[in-house]
């Protein structure tokens, strides 16, 4: 059993940075790839970005390909998600996720602990 919170969401104009991190509990963290996901309001839960167990391995969505940047300290049960230059499209619930894979895995179906969200709106 994972359970995540996640933090840092908030409101930032346009052009802006936010950096999102969630925590994990349990022992386990480093057997499970990461992943960030969100939701518009009237939109489907899309993918963000996700990264491997090791943290070696990332890949992202190309709407915030060279904006964001995933990261996991798996020291501290952490992953985070750095993301720079806002655009108002990117206003949604983020979410982060774990997956029982090696990863990285952008697609929904493979994860299987998922965290309450938070928000992030960019304003224009």
């Known amino acids: 059993q994972v359970q995540l919170v996640e933090s840092g969401g908030g409101l930032v104009q346009t052009g802006g940075s936010l950096r999102l991190s969630c925590v994990a509990s349990?022992?386990?963290?480093?057997?499970?790839?990461m992943g960030w996901f969100r939701q518009a309001p009237g939109k489907e839960r899309e993918s963000v970005a996700a990264?491997?167990?090791?943290?070696?391995?990332?890949i992202y969505a190309d709407s915030v390909k060279g904006r964001f940047v995933i990261s996991r300290d798996n020291a501290n049960n952490t992953v985070s998600l750095q993301i720079n230059s806002l655009k108002p499209e990117d206003t949604a619930v983020y979410y982060c996720?774990?997956?029982?894979?090696?990863?990285?895995?952008?697609?929904?179906?493979?994860?299987?602990?998922w965290g309450q969200g938070t928000q992030v709106t960019v304003s224009s």
């Open positions: 349990g022992r386990t963290f480093n057997m499970y790839s």
């Open positions: 996720a774990a997956a029982p894979y090696i990863g990285p895995l952008l697609q929904l179906r493979y994860y299987t602990y």
């Open positions: 990264i491997s167990t090791s943290g070696e391995r990332t």
